[in-house]
């Protein structure tokens, strides 16, 4: 049954059906027609047809224009891609490196795809300077990109972004890939120096990955990171090209990854060079390249033959053996991270620096005690002071007591003798005194007992040195 080669089997069942339909929806005036009618329409051989409601028309008339336009749906299939390729892509290519970014400003290689998303593994100032340079002469070359895939990683995020202002790429086609374009990670030398672990890397390829890069692991990290071959790393990249060429054609796609190995690999693979030889292809910071649908690869057989030569490649080489051999004669003791170094620099650093506000506040907290004790000293000091102060006057004081003389005494007896002569002038009937001595006893005592020690005075009156007339 192929419904888009309607047989003549099949126009017969639909009009059949409808002939059926329209003869079992009458309208119920003609239910009721008398028997006779009934009769002969039984006993014919041709059903009496009559006309049906509009209602079941219109239905029949819908089910049969459905059977009539039924179309064959296209088969599901995916554009598996072999490597090297045999025929031309379904669409362009630009491959492109991301800009610096902030850890490899500071010389540390980042491979965990735990960690590429994190702030630090985006694009540092130069990377952003990077990408727009390289984006500014995508547009120069006019070059009519109109898909972007990206590595989910930090630093792919962010070109992808830079890139899509710049080429005019709307944002409904600006698609991230979380899985298939992560980069070679490197176990145990994750998270090294970059100076010394990319060199390394080239020679261990270079000497032990073999031409289908299936050699050459590096040591295992115990923090999960894996440590993948060349051939982990393509299985990967064969499954994007595999999803972009089914889900796209005709298009001119640019891919975004976060590491300048993936894109070379890349293009070993459409090539057929061998992939221990990848690293002569590696891509510089926001380096990109464009691959046609009809290159085949050819372009970077050129490319391979040219960089292959250059005395950069070798003497990188020569320092990656040197290097290699070093990180074999290390144990897992010895192979730290930079990162883990630097931040132990930092806690040292910080330990130091808590150490000195430390000693500061202590200096402070003696120099204050010292201060607080000479004040203390000080106070004490004029206490005791005013202390014997005190003493020596109640001494001076008991002194006087003691001695019944002395300036005190004087004062006592000038006092006393004036007031008696007081009280003798001032009587009301202004007695005569005489100067005889039997109006007074001579040597007649006047004594002045005062309470609490206080000084006994002992006054004798001589009558001969009283005024006897009156003023």
């Known amino acids: 049954f192929v419904p888009t080669l309607v047989s003549t089997q099949i126009r017969h069942d639909i009009r059949a059906f409808a002939s059926s339909s329209f003869d079992k929806d009458e309208d119920d005036t003609h239910n009721h027609n008398d028997s006779s009618n009934k009769k002969t329409c039984t006993s014919s051989t041709t059903p009496n047809r009559q006309t049906p409601n509009r209602r079941t028309f219109l239905h029949q008339l819908a089910y049969t224009t459905s059977l009539l336009t039924l179309s064959t749906p296209k088969p599901a299939s995916a554009a598996s891609v072999t490597f090297p390729i045999t025929k031309p892509l379904s669409n362009n290519y630009i491959f492109m490196r991301a800009g610096t970014t902030r850890l490899e400003e500071m010389d540390i290689l980042s491979t965990n795809p735990l960690f590429l998303t994190n702030q630090e593994s985006g694009l540092s100032d130069l990377g952003i300077t990077q990408v727009q340079e390289s984006c500014q002469k995508m547009e120069e070359y006019q070059l009519p990109i109109s898909v972007i895939k990206y590595s989910f990683a930090a630093s792919s995020l962010e070109t992808a972004e830079l890139a899509k202002n710049i080429v005019k790429v709307g944002q409904n086609r600006v698609v991230p890939e979380f899985n298939f374009m992560d980069p070679r990670a490197v176990g145990k030398w994750d998270m090294m120096s970059l100076q010394q672990i990319q060199p390394a890397l080239l020679a261990l390829d270079t000497l032990e990955a073999g031409k289908d890069g299936k050699g050459a692991r590096p040591p295992p990290n115990e923090d999960g990171t894996p440590h993948e071959t060349l051939a982990d790393n393509a299985v990967r990249l064969s499954q994007l090209m595999s999803l972009l060429e089914t889900n796209y054609a005709g298009d001119t796609i640019l891919l975004v990854f976060p590491d300048g190995t993936s894109p070379a690999l890349l293009e070993c693979m459409i090539a057929g060079i061998p992939l221990n030889q990848v690293h002569v292809l590696d891509y510089a910071p926001a380096e990109f390249r464009v691959l046609e649908v009809e290159d085949m690869g ?24 040197v290097e290699l051999q070093k990180l074999k004669s290390m144990n897992n003791e010895q192979l730290v991270s930079k990162k883990d170094l630097m931040i132990e620099k930092e806690r040292k650093e910080m330990d130091a620096q808590q150490e000195v506000i430390a000693a500061e506040r202590r200096a402070k907290e003696e120099k204050e005690r010292l201060e607080r004790e000479e004040r203390q000293a000080l106070i004490e000091e004029q206490r005791q002071r005013a202390k014997e102060k005190r003493e020596l006057q109640k001494s001076k004081s008991d002194g006087v007591s003691s001695g019944g003389g002395g300036a005190f005494t004087t004062i006592g007896v000038i006092g006393a003798l004036g007031a008696a002569a007081f009280v003798a002038l001032s009587g009301k009937e202004k007695e005569v005194v005489t100067n005889d001595e039997s109006s007074l006893p001579k040597n007649e005592t006047i004594s002045v007992s005062p309470s609490n020690n206080e000084t006994m005075v002992d006054l004798s009156i001589d009558p001969s040195t009283i005024d006897p007339q009156p003023r």
């Open 298 to 321: 050819q372009s970077t057989i050129a490319l391979f033959d040219a960089k292959q030569k250059e005395d950069l490649y070798i003497k990188k080489l020569e320092k990656g053996k």
